[in-house]
């Protein structure tokens, strides 16, 4: 058995009951495979080993108070990576199905992501199983400061910075933020992004994971000769990632057909197109009722309680809601109905299974560590302006995200090609994202 293979083997055995861990690391480990085998140094020093063990894992009690004044207990979580680029960086998670296998898969994606945007940031997640939705703005509060009177001393602007995911946005960071500020008796806003602009936020962050993902497919595009106008997009979630890939989409001519919620989904066949439609999708966040009909209601489209929206006709088909929402059966429907393109944009959405079918049948495959990389990359400029005590304009922050993904898709291209695998930028992305954080650990020594 390969070295790679081994190690895979080992970790899945030593981390039992992760099933989502294993997922990650089986599918990043077998692309990896040739290459890291190709370098005996790789094996030498223990690399793969080192790697897919987390450098240090936080488990700890958040308890509040709600408004019945009941005492409640979540799990929170932050698992600090690897380090060997920059300090951890990566995103809290509010979700119910919170848990370690599914922060250490996060962790894990987030430190070969991180690696591909070029920028001096190692990987980290973390976050709690609290359910956001149908909680008052009072309970969201204390809840984010409990968490932080732990999380404040693990974290800081050269050691571990957090941002949002799912059910963490601006108005989280900020509470989180405050509780920061008031514990250490200082103003250190390099300890998180994603933060409101009058305190140091980066313009372009909310917009960046979704812009990213366009950016990133007009770049696959123009490898096959094509362009985002006049496509039809097929997207899932509504959230703050489906919002900003909604609104660049509909800026560069595309049309989006679908959105949807853990309720079902939503199909607009005149296109999700407007900016009183595409504003209607944050008020659906904000209003944490967590449901998508309402869009159906409000502009009298159609509604499909309970389904996803992967059986609809598309040309580009974008999973921008949460993990394994695209399973076997999903990807046979997208194939079956022609969708030439498949981006993923939710970190993890494909099974490995149908990853494998679709990249075999669509024409281009985007993985998500590469195209939903702009909201992190975004992130690591929110750090360097903190850091530098200034802020760029929206054009100066755009621009460069535009550049970030560019050369995440070049990187991605030319290390697949390097490697004898074509246009694979699945592997490529794998190959690219693991080669600089490598070389940096062989550097380093065995830390
Ligand atoms: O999955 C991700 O890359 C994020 N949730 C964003 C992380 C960040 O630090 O901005």
């Known amino acids: 058995m390969s070295y790679t293979m081994k190690v895979l083997e080992q970790a899945i055995k030593r981390n039992p009951n ?39 894992v936080i488990q700890f009690r958040v308890p509040w108070m709600d408004d019945n004044e009941k005492v409640q207990v979540n799990k929170g979580y932050r698992v600090q990576f690897n380090s060997a680029i920059g300090p951890y960086k990566g995103g809290l998670r509010f979700h119910p ?37 149908g909680k008052s703005d009072r309970e969201i509060m204390v809840f984010c400061q409990s968490l932080m009177t732990e999380l404040f001393r693990h974290i800081g602007a050269d050691t571990d910075v957090p941002a949002g995911d799912i059910g963490v946005g601006g108005r989280e960071i900020s509470y989180l933020f405050g509780q920061y500020k008031r514990i250490r008796g200082c103003y250190e806003n390099g300890v998180l992004t ?25 770049e696959m595009f123009k490898h096959f000769g094509d362009e985002i106008k006049g496509k039809t997009f097929i997207l899932s979630g509504f959230g703050n990632v489906a919002w900003g890939a909604a609104l660049k989409i509909t800026e560069l001519g595309g049309k989006v057909l679908t959105l949807s919620g853990p309720d079902g989904y ?12 595409i504003s209607y999708m944050t008020e659906m966040l904000a209003s944490r009722r967590n449901i998508v009909e309402d869009y159906a209601k409000k502009f009298g489209v159609p509604f499909f309680a309970g389904q996803k929206p992967w059986k609809v006709k598309g040309d580009v088909v974008m999973p921008c809601a949460t993990q394994n929402e695209v399973l076997m059966a999903d990807a046979e429907a997208i194939v079956a109905n022609g969708a030439k393109y498949y981006v993923e944009v939710s970190n993890m959405p494909t099974s490995n299974e149908a990853l494998e079918f679709l990249k075999k049948h669509v024409k281009g495959v985007a993985p998500a560590k590469a195209a939903n990389a702009g909201g992190v990359a975004v992130s690591a400029l929110e750090m360097s302006q903190n850091s530098m005590r200034l802020a760029w304009t929206t054009g100066e922050v755009d621009e460069k ?47």
Not at 266 to 277: A, C, S, W
């Open 18 to 56: 992760e099933p989502e861990f294993h997922q990650a690391m089986t599918e990043i480990l077998t692309t990896l495979q040739s290459f890291v085998d190709a370098n005996p140094a790789y094996e030498k020093a223990g690399i793969l080993e080192r790697l897919v063990e987390p450098e240090r």
């Open 97 to 133: 199905s919170v848990c370690l296998s599914i922060i250490k898969f996060l962790g894990f994606e987030q430190t070969f992501k991180n690696s591909l945007t070029g920028l001096p940031i190692g990987g980290g997640k973390g976050g709690a199983d609290f359910d956001p939705n």
């Open 194 to 218: 994603g933060k409101g602009i009058s305190y140091g936020g980066s313009l372009i962050r909310p917009e960046a994971t979704g812009f990213g993902a366009v950016y990133y497919t007009a």
């Open 266 to 277: 939503i199909l607009d066949e005149k296109g999700v197109n407007t900016t009183e439609k």
């Open 401 to 447: 995200l535009k550049v970030v993904m560019k050369n995440i898709h070049d990187a991605s291209a030319t290390a697949a090609a390097e490697y004898g695998l074509g246009y694979d930028l699945v592997a490529g992305a794998n190959i690219a994202g693991f080669k600089k954080v490598a070389e940096a650990m062989l550097q380093q020594g065995v830390v």
